[in-house]
């Protein structure tokens, strides 16, 4: 318990620091004057924003990539030999990169614009009067204001507090909240619990704590994904496939083969190209950023980019009630005084008890709403609310000098296990109501059990309003084969209430986790999988309770507004927020919805879904394309047979069968949920349809070569191996637009015409060199091409039923 004149440091440090500078800087913090001299120092909150990379980022990570420098030397070199035709893949990775760089600009737009609504603005103290400011204009020796719920964003020294305590757990791994006294040092990157208080900035912007620890973790990026990862792993294989095939192109082309110069580095070029997956990585980027974008329409914010695929993974989501299930207000339904209590006094308590504490929470905003503050009460102490305890408390004198200590808060925490007014208690709780006990106590309230033995004197029934929205969300999931679960600090019988009225399955069988066995992990883990319903979780309980679902390998989300759910946010695979929320919860949470809404969430679902769903579908497109090329490659290299491609030829085909179809097929809806083992699934159709395709290339290129004979044959063995290859390709694509809908049906077949129209137009023929001679072979490549069509069915289905995902 703490004088609610709130404690002060007295005596000044010399130099007169503000950080321990006596009680008028305290109270008036810094004036204009001294801001400004202290911003002219670069004495400001300097850290950069969490949600984006800089522009100069995003263009140098586009530009400046492994296969953009190999590409742009084989480019070089064909402007070098010409002609311009056969450098058009040039200009297809210019015009990539241009499209990457400008839908990441787009998302860095929406995510700052988010960012900045979604920006906590911490309340200093300016000439004698609290302010609130951005984060980036707190200043050295700034004197900061703390409450519940609030993150401490630079490091500072106490001034003043009245019950202060702090969660220091993210920075030290300690669970229990510390409490500060004046003098003692505030770590950025905690957060606090209970009481208020004020404190000193004495490290800003990079040289705070947290700042140190986590400026290079919190950058936006794209890496810590399984989908970026399996990506790089694959890249990482393609290149050790790449080097030798293309040197033994190199080799076969220049030296032994006796082609013209130019010819043979055409050839060559040709070979190595279409080894290189170069859309894959610019269409995972551009996914995510235009699932950004989608998302912040919704006034979403994604802080960062693979919580939108880690959402889509999920199977458990676990949702806080207050704030979650429910709007965050409430509304005092029924006093009901106990063995004839006056209720007129007994609101006038109620009401300087709610005058007590500066920054109510949701229950105590409700009773003061209700109950005005009474004329000429005092209050001569306080005991702040703090999730764990589950109480609050004040000490109160009445104008006739009455004093008394009163405590409100949980019934089944003051009371006794068999005390008989908690049956009286789970009724009006089955009723979906929260409800308070409003007790005298015996002990003062700084006393350790100062809730032992209280005399009970009032209840107090709180309504909460659901939100309207929730049934239809909580529905969505069940859909989707996402279970909810409903953990709550409430009374288990009020949650599980509230719970049925949505329609949760198995609220009717709520769950007390204080008869949880948290002393045994799996039994642990076997508890809260089985249930749905859970209240009078503790802060640190939630969070074990994350950890034994993913124990049993569950992808877990934890949704709250609190401050008492941030050890679980930060934990879950995903944590998603309320922006209506404490900064702290804000501050560790992936994803924000800035309009509160909980209906918000299957969009963001749907979103990682469709961005996971749609890249591991077009990932087996462009390494079939990796696999043929290293296929052929190896072949015409072991034959001494020049390679059947010129690269015009390439990349028409790469155009018309991979880049243009998959840029509408990664963009597309997609409901499935994603799966792990990403490089598994995609190598697992890619390698034999990438074997299959080859092989049918090769076989009519080896019949046309029998067939075709003369110095100009090699343009005619080049078309009809074109034509095999494209209508292989071709069926590869149909396969992978299953299931068919109209607008897939079409795409397929526009490519299809693409090609024919390139075949039917004499400037086109002559523009890309392909000209199909006479009848016979033409008609022999389509015949091989529907074999390989079969083979690929066959296989695809093989794989289904032998690799399952």
Not at 610 to 626: C, D, E, Q, S, Y
Request: with cysteine; charged share 20%.
């Amino acid at each position: 318990m703490t004088d609610p004149a709130k404690t002060e440091v007295e005596e000044p440090e010399p130099g007169g620091r503000p950080a321990s500078g006596g009680r008028e800087v305290a109270r008036r913090g810094l004036t204009a004057a001294e801001v400004a001299e202290r911003v002219a120092k670069g004495e400001v909150n300097d850290v950069p924003l969490r949600s984006s990379r800089s522009t100069a980022d995003i263009v140098r990570g586009n530009v400046f990539t492994r296969f953009n420098a190999i590409i742009g030397v084989l480019f070089v070199i064909i402007l070098i030999v010409g002609p311009l035709q056969d450098g058009l893949f040039g200009f297809v990775i210019i015009a990539n990169t241009g499209i990457g760089i400008i839908q990441e600009l787009r998302a860095k737009k929406t995510l700052d614009g988010l960012a900045l609504i979604g920006e906590s603005r911490p309340v200093v103290r300016r000439d004698g009067a609290a302010v609130e400011v951005p984060t980036s204009e707190v200043v050295l020796d700034d004197v900061l204001e703390l409450g519940p719920g609030d993150k401490v964003i630079v490091d500072g020294e106490v001034l003043e507090a009245d019950g202060l305590e702090v969660d220091e757990s993210l920075l030290t791994g300690e669970a229990d909240p510390v409490v500060k006294k004046p003098g003692d040092p505030m770590m950025s990157g905690s957060f606090v619990v209970a009481g208020n208080g004020a404190f000193a900035a004495t490290k800003v912007g990079r040289e705070a704590y947290a700042a140190r620890l986590a400026e290079e973790a919190s950058r936006f990026t794209l890496v810590h994904s399984e989908l970026r990862s399996g990506i790089s792993q694959i890249l990482k294989y393609v290149t050790w496939m790449m080097v030798p095939t293309a040197l033994g192109l190199i080799f076969s082309h220049l030296l032994t083969l006796g082609l013209p110069a130019d010819a043979a580095v055409r050839r060559m070029v040709a070979g190595i190209v279409p080894m290189i997956p170069e859309g894959l990585v610019l269409l995972t980027s551009v996914a995510f950023a235009i699932g950004v974008v989608r998302l912040g329409r919704q006034q979403c914010l994604v802080q960062e980019l693979p919580a939108i695929e880690g959402l889509a993974r999920v199977n458990v989501v676990c949702l806080d009630k207050t704030g979650t299930l429910t709007e965050g207000g409430m509304d005092v339904r029924e006093l009901r005084p106990l063995d004839g209590q006056d209720a007129d006094h007994l609101r006038r308590v109620l009401g300087a008890f709610g005058a007590s504490d500066p920054r109510p929470n949701p229950s105590l905003q409700a009773i003061v709403d209700a109950c005005p503050a009474p004329e000429s009460w005092q209050c001569t102490g306080t005991l702040p609310f703090s999730s764990a305890r589950k109480y609050s408390g004040a000490a109160l004198t009445t104008p006739d000098g009455e004093h008394a200590d009163w405590l409100l808060g949980a019934p089944d925490v003051l009371l006794p296990a068999d005390d008989p007014l908690l049956p009286e208690v789970d009724h009006l709780g089955a009723q979906g109501l929260r409800v308070l006990l409003l007790a005298r106590a015996t002990r003062p309230l700084d006393h350790p059990d100062v809730a032992r033995e209280v005399r009970p004197v009032a209840l107090v029934a709180l309504e909460q309003r659901l939100r309207a929205e929730a049934p239809d969300t909580l529905r969505y999931f069940a859909d989707q084969g996402v279970q909810a679960k409903v953990i709550s600090g409430d009374n288990a019988v009020s949650v599980g209430a509230v719970a049925g009225k949505l329609g949760l399955p198995g609220a009717d069988s709520p769950v007390d986790a204080r008869q949880l066995p948290h002393d045994d992990p799996e039994a642990l883990a076997r508890a809260v999988e089985k249930g749905a319903v859970f209240g009078r979780v503790t802060p640190q309980q939630k969070r074990e309770m994350v950890g034994a679902l993913q124990s049993r390998g569950h992808h877990v989300a934890m949704t709250g507004d609190g401050v008492n759910d941030v050890l679980a946010l930060k934990d879950a695979d995903v944590g998603v927020a309320m922006g209506s929320g404490s900064e702290a919860t804000r501050a560790v949470a992936q994803i924000v919805l800035l309009n509160n809404s909980f209906a918000t969430l299957p969009s963001v679902v749907a979103e990682g879904r469709r961005v996971i769903g749609n890249i591991t579908r077009v990932a087996t497109l462009f390494l079939t394309k990796t696999v043929y090329s290293v296929l052929l490659a190896v072949l015409v290299a072991c034959c001494q047979i020049p390679y059947p491609y010129l690269p015009r030829h390439l990349t028409l085909l790469s155009t018309l069968t991979i880049g243009v179809p998959a840029f509408f097929l990664a963009l597309a809806p997609n409901k499935e949920r994603a799966r792990p083992h990403f490089v598994r699934r995609v190598m697992r159709y890619a390698v034999p349809s990438g074997l299959i395709t080859g092989v049918a290339a090769f076989a009519t290129y080896l019949l046309a070569r029998s067939y075709y004979t003369g110095p100009d044959a090699l343009g005619a063995q080049t078309s009809v191996a074109t034509l095999t290859l494209f209508l292989t390709a071709l069926y590869v694509l149909a396969i992978i637009a299953r299931p068919y809908t109209w607008w897939r049906i079409g795409l397929v077949l526009l490519m299809g015409l693409g090609f024919l129209v390139v075949l039917a137009t004499p400037w086109l023929q002559r523009f890309f060199e392909l000209r199909l001679v006479g009848t016979t072979m033409p008609w022999t490549a389509v015949a091989v091409a529907a074999v390989a069509a079969v083979l690929l069915e066959v296989a695809w289905r093989w794989v289904g039923r032998r690799f399952p995902a």
